[in-house]
């Protein structure tokens, strides 16, 4: 899970262009932010 990765590493996460780049992946950061899972998983930080 993309969330509990940024969690566990604590990694500064470079964002260019509406882009998230992790490991060489490049995730467009409206498709992160919209995913459900990711809304999942800031429900449970939010808690």
């Known amino acids: 899970m ?3 990765y ?3 590493t ?3 996460i470079p964002i260019t262009d509406g882009k998230v ?3 060489g992946e490049s995730f467009e950061l409206s ?3 919209n995913s459900h ?3 999942k998983d800031l429900a ?3 808690l």
């Open 2 to 4: 993309l969330t509990e």
């Open 6 to 8: 940024l969690y566990r």
């Open 10 to 12: 604590q990694e500064k």
């Open 21 to 23: 780049t992790i490991n």
């Open 31 to 33: 498709d992160l932010v």
């Open 37 to 39: 899972s990711i809304q």
């Open 44 to 46: 449970i930080f939010s």
